[in-house]
């Protein structure tokens, strides 16, 4: 596609219960990655693929959080057993090989009551 | 985590007025970006910069990379309503593969009419 797709654009789910959170990068971009934004503050960097395999997965919180790209193009992360601090956004970018400019998706707003 | 220190934290000006904005860091950068971000939306580059003491333009905005590398400006000329958003800063550490960057906490700016 023409820009970086995120779906869903908003979840709400139950303190305890699992998410997937899906991103489809631009078309050819090889490198992927996965931030969270909390209210007020930057991105913060939980995770960088290139290709199908996790080049930096040194951000992510916990083992709650997990992430694949297994043909090399769309990218889930899943939470498990998620918490109320989990709520933010979560933002995926991706870029081309050789390049640091990362472009970003409208993230997904994940909601954990 | 590791954050840049962007200042103003926000902006309040009128429209046609000029913008500056920086951030700093401790640490040495090997690139400065500069994103902007609406609500409800993802970050949008703006300008990249790879050297240090580059100057770039991107229409009516201008960033450098600082000759220590430990810093960046962004400047806005003749701002208009549609730049209020929030700026942000990032930088990359490391060059070869790590593609993970390091943000600031944005700038807000708001245009009076």
């Known amino acids: 596609g023409a820009g970086v797709s995120q779906t869903p654009s908003n979840k709400v789910t139950e303190k305890g219960k699992y998410v997937e959170l899906r991103c489809d990068p631009i078309?050819?971009?090889?490198?992927l990655y996965w931030y969270r934004q909390s209210l007020g503050q930057g991105p913060e960097f939980l995770i960088y693929?290139?290709?199908?395999?996790?080049?930096?997965d040194s951000g992510l919180p916990n083992d709650r959080f997990f992430a694949v790209r297994p043909e090399g193009s769309v990218s889930t992360l899943k939470i498990q057993r998620t918490e109320r601090g989990d709520s933010a956004v979560y933002l995926c970018?991706?870029?081309?090989?050789?390049?640091?400019?990362?472009?970003f998706g409208q993230g997904t707003r994940l909601t954990v009551v | 985590g590791q954050q840049l220190n962007q200042s103003p934290q926000s902006m309040f000006i009128q429209e046609g007025e000029d913008v500056s904005m920086n951030c700093t860091s401790s640490?040495?950068?090997?690139?400065w970006l500069w994103y902007k971000q609406d609500p409800g939306e993802g970050p949008v580059l703006l300008i990249a910069?790879?050297?240090a003491g580059e100057l770039t333009s991107n229409g009516r905005l201008t960033a450098q990379f600082g000759i220590t590398r430990k810093d960046s400006f962004l400047n806005i000329s003749a701002s208009i309503p549609s730049d209020v958003g929030i700026y942000f800063c990032a930088g990359d550490l490391n060059a070869g593969n790590n593609r993970k960057l390091i943000w600031g906490l944005g700038t807000s700016l708001a245009v009076n009419p």
């Open positions: 970018a991706s870029s081309l090989t050789s390049r640091i400019e990362a472009f």
């Open positions: 910069l790879y050297k």
């Open positions: 640490s040495i950068f090997n690139t």
């Open positions: 078309s050819g971009h090889t490198a």
């Open positions: 693929f290139q290709g199908t395999g996790a080049a930096d």
